[in-house]
């Protein structure tokens, strides 16, 4: 018999600072490194994980969302799949251009004028970039992520090259074609927006009514508008065919009422009847009803918004005036005519710019757009075909998809990012589109021929496109990047059938949907196996951060304070999977004391060998019962990809029950100083107690990966993160848990008791204690934990006089 013993770990508590040691060791390891072998019989399941933009540091909401990411690669390493999780950034786009303009107090349109300018304007932008990309690497090893870092970002040659070769594939199959056509603009930046990249924000302003003359009469119409400024370009009038109101105007003309044209009084179903009068103008363009109010009702357009946001000469008086400042003005033509009834104050929500938060405005202009809309229907039935976790959010895409009514405009008048690999024939007018396997700048490489394929024209007559690709063309393909297409067609074919897409809701209707829209039509298959949509990171009062705001909170402080496993713990802990997640620095500073009950715990059983032989009794059967329960809840939880449920189980198990309970009720038998047990129910205790931490380690490892290590390796000799995930065992599952949870009952009720009568809770309890007879198996170690001198049972009640003290316990009076 063992009698003395002595802690394998001899520190008392958990020094988060280790985190930094364990981390440079798991490099040194290059414990997660993704290798590829055809030969490798593990399925692999590739992450495709959001390449965040390098023109800002994240803040806790977008540091939890990446430590997520881990959390699941990580649990399905642990089950045996050959895990692709890279990192790497997405550096095209409007963020770092805005970011470089302000920075150097330039404009990008100015600057980059000359091939030049562009080319020392890309080079700000990459060293702007590369500094920024740091502060991202340095804060996802800090968290403890495993993702394989990936050097090459949206903006490398290599991942250029392939979106390109994407470009190439559609253009030849008719599916990208340049048009001239309406488009939403912005004109801070410059550039065609698509519908996803809009934003609405409400704003103050004021419906105007106006007096329409009739043509051939002294009547006049009322129409109210937001937007007077338009009227120049006002072609019609329009009411629902189903609004009586005017059925008697069919066929008559009104008269514009600062510009003096005419205009015909239509019908479309698509008017509000009961929007201001239930007339409306028809210009172009006021909002996306008045584009397809044109196309319907075959209008010939007139736009008077140049690429400046401002009006042209065709707006006569107007000329030269910004939105606001034409609208007033109109304003003041109509009032002193006396064609303005009246004005009142509304609210109402204005598209602007999702980056710069320009409003924007309707415009023709001559762009590449991607056919979508004939492949609507395909995918609404392909998307039945991925798992979508959690379910209630695949409602967003479907509604995204039935909401599309043009083509995609995929170019841009921007400058960093991904070329569209065009040149033209000043001399015949060819477009002409490059093979596939390089890549192109065409605003300053020589064409890849010596004349024109058309028309024989000199090389030096073909003129390189200067446009560039919407962000979003090139972060479609992240998960085509990832899995390794057009460059590893072995790791394709095995990698592109378990894929997983973790992302926010707030960009469903961007990146998830041309993701599937371009993979679909690249490959014919769905992009994706698992849909994992995750809500949005709040502050502490739950609102959003931004920085207008002065809410953002940094990730750093935390984890210098309470360590990256705490900030973990929180992450994971902090809502379900697809709900909004708020802030709590309350819960970061339950995560570092919850990591320091194991070290504490653990340091406890390290006392103890793991023995070969032992004789189970029912209070171990019963915990063992129980643990194996929660491992399959928290198996579940992982395979839905929510790691809420796991922390949550493993927390209330490892707290509530086992450190509570378990270990209190075994102690004296663990130890058995007195020679009580015999030599295998002594063993029977640390068997349970090394069998039960491991398997809290092994499980809690994707979610606090620092801590769980650092044990394992202290009292296991080896990483807990090469080990296998924990599987529910038949044996146990089979065993009943009832007898653990009605200890915790009891074991309340008598610490309780004690409490409220002044005793200390080791004190032995003199009175006598009636407990029921379900609790017998466990007299033991009750006895050893509470010090019951009097014990009885009952079946069904207790005796009389005896007083209930909670949890089926009562005391003689």
């Known amino acids: 018999m063992i009698k003395e013993f002595k802690p394998k770990i001899s520190s008392t508590r958990w020094d988060p600072s280790r985190e930094l040691e364990l981390a440079k060791k798991w ?14 019989p593990r399925e692999i399941i590739a992450i495709d994980t959001p390449p965040p933009y390098a023109s800002g540091k994240w803040h806790v909401g977008g540091a939890a969302h990446y430590a997520q990411i881990d959390m699941i690669a990580r649990y399905f390493r642990m089950k045996g799949y050959n895990v692709i999780v890279p990192f790497y950034a997405d550096r095209n786009g409007l963020p770092v251009e805005v970011q470089v303009e302000k920075a150097y107090k330039i404009n990008a349109h100015e600057y980059a004028k000359t091939p030049e300018g562009r080319a020392k304007f890309l080079e700000m932008c990459k060293a702007f970039l590369d500094k920024t990309e740091e502060e991202l690497v340095k804060i996802w090893k800090r968290l403890g992520c495993s993702f394989d870092y990936w050097r090459n970002g949206t903006d490398s040659p290599e991942y250029r090259r392939i979106t390109q070769a994407t470009f190439i594939e559609l253009f030849n199959r008719g599916l990208i074609y340049e048009a001239e056509r309406p488009v939403n603009f912005c004109p801070r930046c410059k550039t065609t927006l698509a519908d996803a990249e809009l934003e609405y924000l409400e704003e103050e ?39 009586e109101r005017y059925k008697h105007l069919e066929g008559r003309v009104a008269i514009n009422p600062l510009y003096g044209h005419e205009m015909p009084i ?42 400046d946001g401002k009006l042209t000469e065709e ?5 030269g005036l910004t939105i606001r400042e034409a609208r007033a003005k109109a304003v003041e033509l109509l009032e002193a005519k006396g064609l303005l009834l009246k004005k009142e104050k509304i609210k109402h929500n204005v598209p602007v710019c999702w980056r710069c938060k320009t409003p924007i405005q309707i415009i023709h202009a001559r762009e590449w757009f991607l056919k979508q809309l004939e492949f609507k229907d395909a995918l609404l039935k392909l998307i039945d075909e991925m798992e979508f976790k959690p379910e209630f959010h695949k409602v967003k895409l479907v509604d995204w998809i039935n909401s599309v009514t043009t083509d995609w405009p995929i170019s841009r008048d921007r400058f960093y990012a991904t070329e569209v690999p065009v040149w033209r024939c000043r001399k015949c007018g060819a477009i002409l589109v490059p093979e596939p396997g390089r890549y192109y700048q065409p605003w300053r490489d020589p064409p890849p021929w010596d004349k024109c394929p058309k028309c024989g024209a000199p090389a030096s007559e073909l003129e390189g496109e200067k446009k560039v690709f919407d962000t979003w063309f090139d972060s479609s393909i992240s998960v085509l990047y990832v899995t390794g297409y057009l460059r590893n067609p072995e790791l394709f074919n095995k990698a592109f059938k378990n894929t997983i897409r973790p992302q926010g809701v707030d960009i469903v209707r961007t990146w998830l949907y041309y993701t599937i829209l371009r993979v679909y039509q690249l490959t ?39 360590g990256a496993d705490a900030f973990r713990f929180w992450a994971a802990s902090s809502a379900k999977l ?19 009950k194991l070290w504490n715990i653990a340091r406890y059983i390290s006392n103890f060998p793991e023995p070969d032989t032992y004789e189970l009794r029912p209070i171990d059967r019963a915990t063992l019962a129980l643990l194996n329960r929660v491992l399959l809840n928290v198996d579940s939880g992982y395979r839905e990809l929510d790691v809420y449920i796991p922390v949550s189980e493993i927390y209330q198990f490892t707290w509530n029950y086992f450190a509570s309970h378990y270990l209190e009720l075994t102690k004296t038998r663990a130890y058995n100083a007195s020679g009580k047990y015999s030599v295998e129910e002594q063993k029977a205790a640390w068997y349970v107690l090394h069998y039960t931490l491991k398997a809290i380690l092994r499980a809690l490892a994707p979610i606090m990966p620092f801590v769980t290590d650092a044990i394992y390796r202290e009292l296991y000799g080896r990483t807990v993160h090469k080990e296998v995930f924990p599987e529910p065992e ?13 200890v915790i009952e009891v074991n309340h009720a008598i610490w309780k008791y004690k409490k409220e009568n002044g005793l200390k809770l080791s004190q032995p309890l003199e009175v006598k204690v009636y407990l029921p007879i379900s609790i017998k198996p466990a007299l033991e170690e ?4 509470h010090g019951l001198k009097n014990v009885d049972f009952y079946e069904e009640k207790p005796p009389e006089n005896t007083i209930d003290i909670g949890g089926g316990v009562y005391i003689q009076r």
């Open 524 to 562: 014919g298959k769905p992009a994706f196996r698992w849909i994992r949509i995750s809500g949005m990171g709040l502050d502490e009062k739950g609102e959003a951060m931004h920085k207008s705001k002065g809410n953002v909170i940094d990730p750093e402080p935390f984890l210098e304070k309470y």
């Open 578 to 596: 697809g709900y909004d997640y708020r802030f709590s620095e309350a819960t970061i500073k339950t995560g570092l004391l919850f990591a320091t």
């Open 27 to 40: 490099e040194e390891e290059k414990l997660y490194e993704f290798h590829f072998s055809p030969e490798d």
């Open 205 to 243: 302003g004021y419906l105007y009514y106006i007096k329409f003359p009739l043509k051939d009469s002294s009547e006049y119409l009322v129409v109210a508008t937001t937007r007077p400024e338009l009227l120049r370009s006002c072609k019609a009038l329009a009411y629902n065919p189903k609004d």
């Open 266 to 307: 239509l019908q479309h179903d698509i008017i509000d009847p009961d929007f201001g009068t239930g007339l409306v103008m028809i210009c172009s363009y006021g909002d996306h009803a008045d584009v397809v109010m044109f196309r319907d009702l075959g209008l010939e357009p007139i736009v008077i918004v140049d690429k």
């Open 730 to 742: 038949e044996e146990y599952l089979e065993e009943n848990p009832d007898l653990a949870l009605k």
């Open 315 to 319: 707006a006569g008086p107007l000329a």
């Open 782 to 785: 009750l006895v050893d934990l």
